[in-house]
């Protein structure tokens, strides 16, 4: 049974949740906490219906503004100077609420060989960035927490991350569709909407794993675009208006630049990597169909992570697993088999 809870967090903020259980006689269960991208966390429910026959428990947290407190001014100040504190005040919160999670539902620690148990942190889509925060920085965990969580947390895992998560710059003469600029749109609602229409629609890319220019740049729509299929009533319920624009600035600069010092922290940072959670692995499922923000991270991140470690750069373990023929909304079109692929990114 699906129960939503809220937790209240050392600084008065409140962070809600909705969570299946443990499945019926485990005691090696792992359990996935999703941090959601750009329309809530209601359009992962799909998951439960097939975690517990794969030993998995599903965690939906929702970020703010989509359903926790919301950002203050300030907090939003913050996010469009780019500030760190944005992303380390996120980090700091999602380990607190981990920490909750642990002393209060008893789940299992992670196994030794890290295959069992424990708790892995998804981030699907715009999400991956904010999962990614937890890894960046050894002081947004304190000292008297971090050796609870290390025994816990054992994988971060990044479904189909755009390239914004990492601040990937895309060359300056590129050109591709791009509804935010689309002359044909006036008015920023039907921005949005066309905006997630594009992003979950079906694109055919000539080299999936090849260069920029390989990938699909023209298409605004596939026939067969997810939210299309969105009854109303779904609709109402997976997207909210206002938190997306208020989230706009993530995307843009100075917060790029922000981030793009996080990926080299999170992935190439030799002295925090051996520090601070030192067996923590990071697998990315990239879905062939995506839309080219999420193929080209992949191949953008596997390319420098490649060239890094061929230098002699002692990265974080990383490992890619691809879904052929997914598109970025894979979570709603076919959730069995995400979850299939997720237990397996996370089992090797």
Known sequence: MVARQTYTL?????????????????????????????????????????????????????????GSTPYTESELDDLKQGRKIYLDRFGARLAEFLVQFIQKEKIPKASDDLNRGGITVVGWSAGAALA??????????????????????????LLDPPHVCFGFETPADFKAYNAWTDPDLKDPQEKLHQFFAWASSYFDHSDPAGNLQDMDLTTKQSSDATVTKWSAEESKRHFNERASFSELPMFMEPMQSTLRTMTEQVFYDENLIKTYFPNLRITVIHCTRSCWHCTWAKNELKRVYDERLSKGVKGRPLRFCEIAGANHFVPCEDPKLLLEKVAEGIRK
């Not at 906490?33 to 030993?55: M, R, T």
């Not at 990614?132 to 971060?156: F, G, N, R």
């Open 10 to 66: 050392s600084d008065n903020k409140e962070i809600s949740f909705t969570d299946n259980g443990h499945p019926p006689n485990s005691d090696d269960y792992t359990t996935l906490v999703f941090v959601h991208g750009s329309c809530n966390a209601s359009s992962l429910e799909k998951l439960y219906d097939f975690s517990h026959q794969l030993n998995l428990r599903i965690v939906l947290l929702e970020r703010p503004p989509y």
């Open 132 to 157: 990614m925060t937890l890894l960046s920085d050894a002081k947004i965990v304190p000292p008297v927490t971090y050796p609870i969580l290390e025994q816990y947390v054992k994988d971060v895992l």
